[in-house]
């Protein structure tokens, strides 16, 4: 009996070990995942980011090589570039209804009013009907090593030519509206690089 009536219990020194050793292993545990989640989290939204900037990069190239910037390169590629980076939501939004009527109208416009038909929507007009004919065999070819590679190579082709046609890398992006062109073409080569090395 304790000093006021209380019965004093013993500690066992073996269980509070093991209650300890639990904790910490449950601490150790909770840490693993939430440095697998970030990791994980972190790497989705790099690939995700680097994947849209690369869409909008070779977008608004395509519509600049077609309006005001000439140049020696072959930009048709942007279009099988684009094929194969453009984020699901949108690929699957324009292989529906509403690219089959964009392909129609540009089809309808291309046949019967060919003075009216802008040179400059020839390259967008080929990507809606690429989008819109291309079979699921090849279009399930975008998401996997195929589509990979060969947005690589188209990547790897733009940047080299487009640094060569300037005389080298700093000038690249020394030349008027030079620079955003110069990390518009990086992107490309970027993303799926990155692509390429997740899959490794």
Do not use: C
């Amino acid at each position: 009996m304790g000093k006021f009536g209380y019965l004093a219990m013993k500690t066992d020194d073996a269980s509070t070990d093991e209650i300890k050793s639990d904790f910490k292993e449950i601490g150790l545990a909770v840490k693993k995942l939430g440095t697998h989640t970030v990791g994980l989290l972190g790497a989705g939204l790099l690939t995700s980011l680097l994947q849209w900037l690369a869409t909008i990069a070779a977008i608004y190239l395509l519509i600049l090589d077609r309006t005001n910037w000439r140049t020696h390169m072959l930009t048709s590629l942007l279009v099988p570039y684009i094929f194969f980076n453009l984020p699901s939501i949108i690929f699957s939004f324009l292989r529906g209804e509403v690219g089959k009527w964009i392909a129609f109208i540009a089809v309808i416009l291309r046949l019967f009013f060919p003075k009216r038909f802008p040179e400059w929507l020839e390259m967008p007009g080929s990507l809606i009907l690429l989008l819109v004919v291309t079979p699921d065999l090849i279009a399930n070819f975008r998401n996997g090593f195929v589509g990979v590679i060969a947005s690589l190579l188209i990547g790897a082709y733009l940047l080299q030519e487009h640094i060569r046609s300037r005389g080298g890398f700093r000038n690249s992006f020394a030349e008027k509206r030079g620079f955003f062109n110069t990390i518009g073409i990086i992107l490309l080569f970027v993303s799926p690089l990155w692509e390429l090395i997740k899959l490794i």
